[in-house]
């Protein structure tokens, strides 16, 4: 995540270094915010369930039960992230096996471009 993202200002407003011009990201999941008001306080979650679970996870921090540096993922999220890595490796394996087979190069950029989705998506932790 960029130091924008994960840097909070002194006052607890939200992430330092982004001008109100520019999207920011979810403190919990990474997504890009969109819709923001030039009025009042920056968002600093994409929704109530990241919010909820950033919430949870500084209680938990604060009771002793992680270390600081803990990510914590529902096996569901889990799941979810394995099945994009998994997605990353066959969109991989893909454009090894053309450029083996010396595909031409509009099927290569395709195969190109689908690995660039797959990992984008992969991006996400949550």
């Known amino acids: 995540m960029p130091p924008s993202v994960t840097q909070l200002d002194p006052v607890g407003d939200g992430p ?7 999207p920011g990201r979810c403190l919990w999941c990474g997504r890009e915010l969109v819709g923001g ?9 994409c929704a109530q369930a990241c919010r909820q679970r950033a919430y949870e996870h500084r209680h938990a921090l604060e009771r002793g039960d992680l270390p600081v540096d803990a990510v914590v993922l529902s096996a569901a999220e889990r799941d979810d992230l394995a099945d994009r ?31 660039l989705l797959a990992a984008r998506a992969a991006e996400r932790i949550r």
Do not use: I, M, N
Not at 37 to 45: A, E, L, N, P, S
Not at 99 to 112: G, I, N, Y
């Open 85 to 115: 890595l998994f997605q990353v490796r066959c969109a991989a394996e893909d454009v090894a096996t053309a450029v083996d087979e010396a595909a031409p190069r509009q099927d290569l950029r395709a195969l190109v471009g689908e690995l």
């Open 16 to 22: 330092v270094g982004r001008s109100r011009d520019q």
């Open 37 to 45: 008001t030039t009025v009042g306080r920056r968002r600093r979650y």
